[in-house]
């Protein structure tokens, strides 16, 4: 939040100030050339002092009715004018100003807290009273040495509630007195349940339109309030209760309305509730953008389960999910979901799955708020199955995306040079012997952009071997090792034997049975070396965890004779990160939060001290995720004593220089440091900052004892702090200090790796890690094998916070080493870069001097020049300006390279610039030779204009332009210059000439110069354009030859062949006729374009004619594909007849048309004009058409894209539509008809029914009787038929 200026008045007249009076406005934090006197809301005067100043006057004189009114005042910021200061009120002459009257707070206090009541007076040296309503007397008065009191009350209860006013009185008239401040109520919190805070219809909404708030609670007949947190002054709103809510209207909204709101409510004893919940409103035009994460990655095998995970800065809305090319979305959130970290989920997915997804915001109310483009996640799906491999099997490896690629490329992150190539995407790996396990990436490049490769590789995938299975190499070495460990037993076994033996043999026999177990033991010995123990370093690497960095507190005041009259604590963090500052008092009470200003620091004023403020007070530093480790504590002791000071100091060593720190916690005191038994102080130190370092020389056994120190202020009387804690001071023996560094270089980007390496001859060591002092990592000691000892700490991936001053140490039990020496860790790409120049030039002769001149953007920094391919910096500088002088004195050629520089702060985690443009220094005797070359080309239509460029390796250094023939340079550039521009602005005849461009340095220098090739320039465009003729003809086969004749009408000209994208032209001929042929052999790809060709003369008039017409090349095995088209439309009728055109790039070709389903083609055509008759529908089909040279008949072309003809339907059409209904509808009623017949039929055929195998015959009898019945059912039983019936009816029937 933007600080206010401060506004008050001051006169020489104490007991009548408004005889004359002077107005004085002061910046809060920073200098300022423009300070604004307002009055009555208009522009009174303002003042521009001549240099950068914190505070102003504005002379008033006498007050009288005309100077009467309400002002304000401002201060010119880089942004624009500051936010007005309060108001203050000029009454009539004999009255004192309205005074103002405020709580520190930023949300109404709780119960059993301290509250502090302002009221600012205007005027110095007044009395100040606190009033309460209901109370006659004061209830407190103050006589403060500036123009504000501070009322304090300590563990507020309900009693204190009440109305509140303040007014004040010269001291020397008690009997003049101001107007009573504007009424202020204090209403304790936390005595009746927290109301709940609502919007209306949502808490996002547009500019302009309309929004309610309502407040509502659990007791009826309360006063509720509204609050704004942002703005707690102006944005503090009443309302009497409806029933119990209250309702707060916004009408027309707008953006200065968006903020954190909380309302409670009071009953008429002004008793308090809880604060609501903190309710964010939005008022935007444009919904933020959502980001959407997918975990575990974006690549997912099918099958596999992947989360979205979607987020935005706005709390309290739910999130849909989308997919390209849906409409609806996939899956919603609501605002529930997504404060329990929710996220949407893809089960099992599939092929169908891939895609570009993305998240909108999902409002359930009506608004006019536009959707911003969201971030969007490609989500691609992976067919392989399996990533763990088996031994001697392979696998395929498949990349895939979601448009269309020219070409996949598949890489091996163990091998740098392994690189696969693949059309679809697909590459199989083999598993020999178990080498082919490793982490793979795949990348692409499209088909429209067939240079450029995909800007982001997919994500690593990792194939390993399944557990339980080995390499040969892996089995062959268990077998040896087993095989070792048996032999060694089965030796143990026979030297307890031989132990066993010797006993009862001769002597002679026992020496050679000794002799045995002697190479025995031997072989013990050199088996248990090989299988147990290693040679080498023993070598720790430890992941540095770094935590938030500390903080730094120190005081401020503009009392520096009596700091303790008006003191501001100040809360700085080395880390960019930062949001917000905590201040905390004796460990737990909070005093107070701020927000982090651009110089990532907050102030905290306290005013003037009363004993309330003693105490011990650290801040810490909030970032998004994390909390810091709290300050080094700030001791406030009392009201008229400093703050007590921290004294450290790292571990005496015997014979080496010490330095003590001794930490005041303010500016501009003096430093005194105290030994144990010594009345007067060893060491003193007038004003140099807030902190001060003793220096012992040379550290004996004299020197040992408890230390401490003191501040004092820097004039007479003196005021003392009281003393630090002791500090004792103790040689001990150590070990020497370890070597350290790092593996790369110190200077680092955010981002990047580091690592550590501490070492030391010394066995067995444990190894301890500093920043700047404090311990933040170490590593145990391990005894696995003898030799030196080595740690490495690694940093992942540093952060802005993470640079600083690193050492080591290493220590035994009690023993400790010397700290090593500290490696300074500079993180860059934080303040801008600087710039570097070389005194007196980048071009030396070897054996002088050069001055390496870094201009930083400010003061008080740390500078180092660096040079590529160097790790460590070459030198460091500390100066209190903004620049650095860096000498190298007597450089060789060995020297010559790129140089660059830094600069960075020492206080805060050495966060440090970008590095300087690299600077070439050459140590030679000759400069190196320029080029010069033309843009856009050399041979320039008239009155167009061209840049003629002199470019070259050195930079810094100005350029000249010379031009053949004449005497005077053309033109001159200094070594600001863009690496020598030289501009013609419109082409003509005099513009014509051959040129050239030196080296043009600013200093006296015997190195030579050396002119850079020369440049012909041609204007075209004052004769006739000739003919370019391509020989054997516009295509060639790769690996042909090829002739361009270029025919011009003048002899002895000169001719030029350009080509379309190259500024310079490809070939020049000065032929003795009228044409020039330029001879192409073994033409390649990259030779087709297009070319054309001018022909100029060189001597005076220096004419040149226009360019010829353009002719396209083209190199390749087949012509490129034509173009096929329809006329009038690829849609006809029956009897009409429709145009197909073919055409193609090249001139002297016959067409041909073919159409599908034909062998033969249809037509051929000199043209491309092909006409198509639909005769009986015969027409309609797809279509394609090729060509061939004439010239080549044997070479033809790619087909073209097929063309479909399509039939509409017309009066013929009709006709047989109608004929076909009709045809159909007969064979319907057939086959109905013929359905039924069938089942009448089956209907009366009897159904033969199975009886056993005893009556098969006898059922088939009956069946047949009475099917000769239903046959003929009028005759009698003596016809001749019923003898045949008989006879058939013992014959046997098969069924």
């Known amino acids: 939040m933007e600080s206010q200026p401060e506004l008050w008045i001051e006169s020489n007249y104490p ?90 707070a930023e949300t109404p206090p709780l119960s059993g807290c301290n509250v502090n009541i302002l009221c600012h007076g205007w005027l110095q040296d007044l009395v100040f009273m606190l009033f309460k309503e209901g109370y006659a007397e004061p209830v407190e008065y103050q006589v403060p040495t500036g123009t504000m009191a501070i009322f304090s009350i300590d563990n507020l209860t309900p009693e204190n509630e009440g109305v509140y006013i303040c007014r004040t009185h010269i001291q020397m008239l008690p009997t003049l007195w101001s107007e009573p401040s504007n009424p202020l109520k204090l209403v304790v919190a936390g005595l009746y349940p927290k109301p709940t805070l609502t919007a209306y219809p949502g808490h996002i909404m547009a500019p302009g339109e309309d929004l309610s708030l309502r407040c509502q609670g659990p007791i009826y007949g309360m006063a509720f309030a509204l609050m704004k947190l942002e703005d707690l002054e102006k944005s503090f709103y009443h309302k009497k209760s409806i029933k119990n809510e209250a309702y707060f209207f916004f009408r027309s909204l707008k953006i200065h309305d968006a903020g954190h709101y909380v309302c409670f409510y009071y009953d008429g004893s002004y008793r308090g509730s809880l604060l609501s919940d903190v309710l964010e409103i939005w008022v935007t035009d444009t919904f933020p953008k959502t980001w959407l994460l997918a975990q575990p990655s974006p690549v997912v095998p099918t099958g596999q389960n992947v989360s979205l995970q979607c987020r935005g800065p706005i709390n309290g809305v739910g999130l849909a999910l989308y997919k390209k090319g849906e409409d609806k979305p996939l899956q919603f959130l609501d605002s529930a979901s997504i404060n329990d970290n929710k996220s949407f989920i893809l089960n099992n997915v599939t092929l169908s799955d891939a895609g570009i997804y993305n998240c909108h915001y999902l409002l359930t109310w009506k608004t006019s708020i536009r959707i911003a483009p969201h971030h969007t996640v490609e989500l691609v799906v992976v067919a392989s199955s399996s990533t763990v491999y088996k031994l001697g099997k392979a696998i395929s490896l498949q990349c895939r995306v979601s448009h269309p690629v020219l070409e996949f490329c598949l890489e091996w992150e163990e091998k740098a040079a392994f690189q696969k190539f693949s059309v679809n995407g697909d590459s199989i790996i083999s598993n020999v012997e178990g080498k082919g396990t490793g982490t793979y990436s795949c990348s692409y490049h499209r088909e429209a952009h067939h240079n450029i490769w995909g800007l982001q590789r997919s994500e690593p995938l990792k194939l390993m071997r399944p557990a339980g299975l080995h390499t040969w190499n892996y089995v062959l070495n268990e077998a040896l090792r087993l095989s070792l460990i048996v032999q060694l037993v089965a030796l143990l076994v026979i030297l307890l034997w031989v132990r066993w033996k010797c006993r009862r043999l001769r002597i002679r026999e026992a020496w050679l049975l000794g002799t045995a177990q002697g190479v025995t033991m031997l072989f013990i010995v050199t088996a248990l070396l090989c299988c147990g123990l290693c040679n080498g370093v023993l070598t720790e690497e430890t992941e ?198 790092t593996w790369h270089s110190p200077v680092v980007t955010p981002g990047a790796r580091v690592t550590f390496n501490c070492s030391t001859p010394q066995q067995h060591m444990s190894f301890i890690l500093y920043k700047d002092g404090s311990e933040i990592a170490s590593s145990d000691r391990s005894w696995a094998s003898p030799g030196a000892s080595s740690a490495h700490f690694l940093i992942i991936s540093v952060g802005i916070g993470d640079g600083g001053n690193y050492s080591c140490r290493y220590y035994d039990f009690a023993v400790w080493s010397e700290p090593s020496d500290a490696v300074e860790l500079v993180v860059t790409e934080f303040y801008p870069k600087p710039t570097l120049l070389a005194q007196p030039g980048p071009v030396v002769l070897p054996g002088e001097d050069v001055t390496l001149h870094c201009q930083g953007a400010f003061q008080d920094m740390r500078f180092a020049l660096l040079r590529q391919g160097t790790q460590v910096p070459l030198q460091f500088q500390s100066v209190s300006g903004n620049s650095a002088d860096f000498l190298l004195h007597t450089i060789s050629t060995e020297d ?254 016959e067409f041909v048309l073919e159409h599908e389903g034909e062998e033969a083609p249809q037509q051929f055509s000199e043209d491309g004009d092909f006409v198509i008759s639909n005769v009986e529908g015969k027409g309609i089909g797809n279509y394609s058409c090729s060509y061939r040279l004439q010239a080549s008949p044997d070479i033809w072309s790619e087909p073209s894209d097929p063309l479909e003809l399509v039939g509409a339907a017309g009066p013929a059409a009709q006709e047989c539509t109608v004929g076909n209904i009709v045809r159909s509808s007969l064979i319907v009623v057939v086959v109905i008809a013929l359905g039924v017949v069938l089942a009448i039929e089956w209907k009366k055929w009897p159904r033969l029914r199975t009886r056993g195998s005893e009556t098969d015959g006898r059922d088939h009898t009956i069946a047949l009787e009475e099917c000769n019945q239903e046959e003929e059912p009028d005759t009698t039983t003596n016809s001749p038929s019923s003898a045949s019936r008989d006879i058939s009816v013992e014959l046997p029937v098969q069924l």
């Open 896 to 1149: 010559s390279g790129n140089y660059s520089c830094i600069y960075y702060e020492t206080t805060m985690s050495n966060r440090g610039s970008y590095l300087s443009m690299p600077l070439m220094i050459w140590v030679t005797d000759t400069f190196p030779k320029p080029s010069l070359f033309a843009e856009p080309s050399s041979v320039v239509p008239m009155g167009q204009s061209v840049t003629l460029w002199c470019q070259g390796p050195v930079h810094g250094v100005g350029y000249i332009l010379h031009k053949e023939g004449e005497a005077a340079s053309a033109q001159l550039w200094g070594s600001t210059s863009n690496d020598g521009a030289f501009s013609i602005t419109s082409m003509s005849g005099a513009s014509t000439g051959r040129y050239s461009c030196c080296y043009h340095p600013e200093w006296t220098s015997p190195i030579k110069i050396q002119p850079s090739n020369t440049l012909e320039l041609i204007v075209t465009g004052l004769l006739p354009k000739p003919n370019l003729l391509a020989q054997p003809g516009p295509m060639v086969a790769p690996g042909e030859n090829m002739t361009l004749r270029c025919e011009g009408e003048l002899p002895d000209s000169t001719f030029v062949l350009l080509k379309e994208g190259t500024q310079e032209p490809l070939e020049q001929q000065k032929p003795s006729g009228y044409r020039a042929d330029f001879w192409m052999p073994v033409v390649r790809s990259e030779d087709s374009g297009v070319y054309s060709c001018v022909y100029y003369l060189d001597s005076a008039p220096f004419a040149a004619s226009n360019h010829s017409d353009s002719l396209q090349i083209w190199v390749t095995d087949k012509p490129p594909k034509p173009s096929l088209s329809a006329w009038p439309s690829t849609v006809f009728k029956l009897g009409k007849d429709i145009t197909l055109q073919c055409r193609g790039p090249l001139p002297g070709v």
């Open 15 to 104: 007991q009548a100030p408004w005889e004359n009076i002077t107005l004085w406005c002061r910046s809060p934090s920073q200098l300022s050339r423009k300070f604004l006197l307002l009055k009555d809301k208009t522009e009174m005067t303002w003042i521009s002092p001549s240099f950068k100043t914190f505070q102003v006057s504005f002379p008033i004189g006498p007050l009288t009715e005309s100077n009467t009114g309400l002002y304000r005042c401002c201060y010119w910021k880089e942004t624009g004018w500051s936010k007005p200061s309060k108001v203050l009120e000029l009454e009539a002459p004999g009255q004192l100003p309205k005074p103002i009257f405020w709580i520190q």
């Open 544 to 741: 540095i965890i770094m935590p938030t960095p500390k903080p730094e507190l120190w005081a401020e005041t503009n009392f520096p004779l009596a700091p303790w009259k008006n003191l501001t604590l100040w809360c700085r963090s080395p880390s960019g990160s930062t949001k917000e500052f905590v201040l905390l008092k004796d460990g737990t009470g909070w005093i107070a939060t701020r927000p982090a200003s651009e110089q990532v620091r907050a102030a905290f004023p306290l005013g003037a001290l009363t004993q309330s403020h003693t105490g011990s007070y650290h801040c810490h530093s909030w970032e998004e995720m994390a909390v810091s480790e709290p300050s080094e504590a700030l001791e406030l002791v009392g009201t008229d004593i400093l703050p007590k000071p921290v004294l450290s100091a790292s571990p005496p060593i015997r014979g080496q220089e010490l330095q003590i720190q001794c930490k005041g916690w303010l500016a501009g005191l003096g430093f005194a440091l105290y030994k144990e038994g010594e009345q007067e102080p060893v060491q003193q130190l007038g004003a140099v900052g807030r902190e001060a370092f003793f220096t012992i020389r040379r550290m004996e056994e004299k020197d040992e004892g408890n230390y401490s120190c003191r501040t004092h202020t820097e004039r007479h009387p003196f005021k003392w702090s009281e003393p630090s804690e002791p500090l004792e001071l103790v040689i001990k023996e150590m070990y020497p200090k370890p070597f350290f560094k």
